[in-house]
């Protein structure tokens, strides 16, 4: 394994995030600051709470609110220039919803991909199109109000629409599952993922046409983040991210990747009344091994608010979920 040198930046980025002063006490040790409240002038959930569930390589451990649906909107340029030339364009849209409330949600993400590579003494190969589509459930394992430890679960199956002849898929339906795990302290927020999948007799296109033979194919993925959450509005943060995956190349060899990102970023609510949260955000995530891209630009767009429903006469509601 070939570890690439980490910009100084990016270790006092490190520093300043996980600085003893940034952790201070979790919620629940804090006494709040209760002053005269008039009962008229009660603040929305999510002034008080700032920016929640809006992560970009790491999961957040916090189910959709009963009635508050997020779409979310990522683009992702990389650039690697190791062993040849290669550059990728993603782009993903998530939907996330509640199922009845905060305990099921179900989600589901369609990305698509601009791939063009070139290995040392190889011809150029390109794709663009659809990718694999995802179909998500979590459950909500651990949380609620005034929990110190959040988690949730996720299950997906991924669909093969992407085609694995085209070099965008691994051409059969795949399985994933990770567990994310929330803690938030008085300043920073702190995530953690672990996860694996599987594409059961994965096929795969090769660069003269044919496709490789059936094989099944493994991933295993750790990661984690801390927020600083000291800000409501804009949150500075660092995502480090590692992937083992099973691979087979344009010539039908398999192998075993590692890759492993350090991210950088910030995200930022512009916006936030009542249940409607407009949230930006940008990262840097840059290489760690030889097996992952060089260097890439993250940037990252969320809308969340609540859906409408028609109430009954017996109802007593807001016309709110």
């Not at 996980?18 to 804090?30: D, I, K, L, M, R």
């Not at 199922?99 to 991909?113: C, T, V």
């Not at 039908?252 to 910030?266: C, D, K, T, V």
Request: proline content about 7%.
């Amino acid at each position: 394994m070939i570890v690439k040198s980490v910009p100084v930046a990016l270790v006092l980025v490190a520093i300043c995030l996980v600085s003893p002063v940034a952790f201070g006490q979790p919620p629940s040790e804090v006494a709040p600051d209760v002053g005269t409240i008039d009962p008229g002038d009660e603040q929305p959930a999510e002034e008080e709470g700032g920016i929640q569930d809006n992560s970009f390589f790491i999961e957040e451990a916090y189910n959709q609110e009963p009635g508050v649906v997020q779409h979310i909107f990522n683009w992702v340029r990389q650039w690697d220039d190791d062993d040849g030339r290669e550059r990728t364009f993603d782009f993903v849209f998530t939907e996330e919803m509640p199922i009845g409330s905060q305990d099921h949600q179900f989600s589901f993400a369609i990305p698509f991909s601009s791939i063009y590579e070139q290995g040392i003494g190889e011809p150029p190969f390109n794709a663009d199109g659809l990718g694999d589509i995802m179909l998500n459930y979590r459950y909500q394992l651990l949380g609620g109000e005034d929990a110190t430890w959040w988690s949730a679960p996720r299950f997906s199956v991924i669909l093969d629409t992407a085609h694995g002849d085209e070099g965008l898929g691994n051409g059969t339906t795949g399985y994933q599952f990770n567990l994310p795990i929330s803690r938030e302290f008085e300043n920073i927020a702190f995530h953690f993922n672990a996860g694996c999948t599987i594409f059961p007799n994965a096929e795969v296109g090769q660069t003269d046409g044919s496709i490789s033979p059936p094989t099944n194919l493994m991933g295993y993925n750790l990661g984690a983040s801390l927020i600083d959450i000291r800000n409501k509005k804009v949150q500075p943060m660092l995502e480090v991210v590692l992937n083992w995956d099973d691979e087979v190349d344009g010539l039908g060899a398999r192998s075993h990747e590692f890759e492993a990102l350090i991210s950088p970023g910030f995200r930022w609510a512009p916006y936030t009344q009542g249940s409607t949260q407009w949230v930006l955000g940008a990262a840097v995530p840059v290489g760690l091994t030889r097996d992952s891209p060089d260097v890439g630009v993250f940037l990252y767009m969320s809308f969340e608010h609540a859906v409408p429903r028609r109430c009954c006469r017996a109802c007593a509601c807001d016309g709110n979920y």
